[in-house]
DNA sequence: TTAACTGTAACATTATATGTTACGGACTGG
DNA sequence: CCAGTCCGTAACATATAATGTTACAGTTAA
């Protein structure tokens, strides 16, 4: 599904802060550990900042902390924050509307994507950057 | 997320054929409905071929025709057919290992993310080609 | 005032999906 | 067996999006 690394950095970013409970950490040393370019940590920021899970402060001293307790950001939250659109897209080009299946199937196939789409995030509603935490400071198996 | 407009077209051809029972339809007629390249079209038939769930003749008056019914083709055999990979990726760069939360959020992560897209498919097995030609035969609103 | 930061624009690079052309080989019906 | 259909697939072109990089203005602390 060509799926983006957004979701997965994301993580892996609020779960540093997570880590460094309330100690504002920079774009420089978050890219460190994510082993990117520290604009794209700060683009990054950006997008979790407009969700209101990540609060940014510039100049010397600044950085970033968690805007929520861990156990309030779910992963439905980061998803939603860092990954635009949809999960499943329709064809780029529009299908013959002379073709009675063509016509209708995208509208057909949008409704029951939807449900997908809501059911999934059910599923990541219920799984919080402190739960990664936790398994990342427990000697859980690699 | 970015995602493939394969699924989409997946679903298109096998309602197609599906709607036309039985019938060999080719891969240029398919292109019409779909308003694509016909080329494309074979590529897809080519991996739905492989997953069983159509069946190609070469030669004239050739085409494809479903393997199986309608009502047992389900919207996960199609996706599993032709989107290949994960939902979700894993960032390119490698997190530095030295950071006791890089070294590991990904394992941790991928963990839920597995569980994550079972879920899925599991939605997604509930729903088959027939369900969705249902939807395109009826009167349904746009 | 200097040095450490963020924010953001602009551009380069890379990856991947999709579209296109071309042609070999299979099959059908004269 | 010849001509016309049609699939399979390689090879290449194009489009789009993600990611990486450089650069610099604006902010803050000391």
């Given at each position: 599904m060509a799926a983006s690394t957004r979701f997965s950095v994301g993580v892996h970013i609020l779960t540093l802060l997570a880590h460094e409970d309330g100690?504002?950490?920079?774009?420089?040393?978050?890219?460190?550990s994510v082993n990117t370019n520290p604009?794209?940590?700060?683009?990054?920021?950006?997008?979790?900042g407009k969700a209101g899970l990540v609060t940014s402060t510039e100049g010397a001293g600044g950085g970033s902390t968690l805007a929520k307790r861990p156990e309030r950001i779910a992963l439905a939250d980061?998803?939603?924050?860092?990954d635009p659109g949809t999960l499943f897209a329709e064809s780029r080009s529009d299908p013959n509307p002379l073709c009675?299946?063509?016509?209708?199937?995208?509208?057909?196939?949008?409704?029951h994507v939807e449900q997908f789409?809501?059911?999934?995030?059910?599923?990541?509603?219920?799984?919080?950057?402190?739960?990664?935490l936790k398994g990342v400071r427990s000697p859980a198996r690699k």
């Open positions: 100690r504002a950490l920079t774009s420089d040393y978050i890219a460190g604009v794209v940590i700060r683009r990054m920021l950006a997008l979790l980061v998803y939603r924050a860092v009675p299946v063509g016509r209708s199937v995208h509208s057909v196939l949008r409704r789409e809501t059911r999934l995030e059910k599923e990541m509603d219920e799984v919080t950057i402190a739960d990664v």
